[in-house]
């Protein structure tokens, strides 16, 4: 009884250490610091380490609701391989204004190595793997 214990007791402290990740809002100060300070950069300049997407949309735009649950899952089985950002369009004027953003939801798939693409339009699950795979080279 007394190894059940121990054993049990070393699953439940390994599966503390083991956090599924999941997206994260961020504002203008928080973007500047993860993804690109184009106040003082003027060139493009990932400030990330790991692959990323970042989603524009708002509360109120159904295609944005859609997609949502995706990107949830996706950072949750992608984990710690890929960050997934969330820009509130109206709270975050000034980002929407940076980065052009006229229709929602769009997104900045930015790869490691700093370049990145934009997309807009909502996307099935599918679509979204398949851009981490081919785009950002990142695999489950």
Same mark, same amino acid.
């Given at each position: ?10 699953? /439940? ?17 928080? +973007?500047? @610091?993860?993804?690109?300070?184009? @106040? *003082? ?5 990932? @400030?990330? $380490?790991?692959?990323?997407?970042? $989603? /524009?949309?708002? $509360? ?9 649950? +995706?990107?949830?899952? &996706?950072?949750? @089985?992608?984990? $710690?391989?890929?960050?997934?950002? %969330? ?12 980065? %052009? ?6 997104? &900045? +798939? ?6 990145? *693409? ?20 990142? %695999? *489950?």
């Amino acid at each position: 009884m007394k190894k059940l214990s121990i054993i049990m007791g070393l699953i /439940f402290a390994m599966s503390i250490g083991v956090q599924a990740q999941s997206t994260e809002h961020l504002n203008v100060k928080t +973007f500047k @610091e993860k993804v690109y300070n184009y @106040e *003082k950069n003027k060139e493009w300049k990932y @400030e990330g $380490d790991v692959p990323a997407i970042v $989603d /524009f949309y708002a $509360d109120w735009c159904g295609p944005c609701r859609y997609v949502a649950p +995706f990107l949830e899952e &996706l950072a949750k @089985e992608y984990g $710690d391989k890929i960050k997934i950002y %969330k820009v509130n369009t109206a709270h975050n004027k000034e980002l929407s204004r940076v980065f %052009k953003i006229r229709g929602i939801p769009a997104f &900045l +798939f930015i790869r490691a190595d700093g370049k990145m *693409k934009k997309r807009v339009g909502a996307m099935p699950k599918a679509e979204f793997e398949r851009e981490i795979n081919k785009y950002l080279k990142v %695999k *489950k």
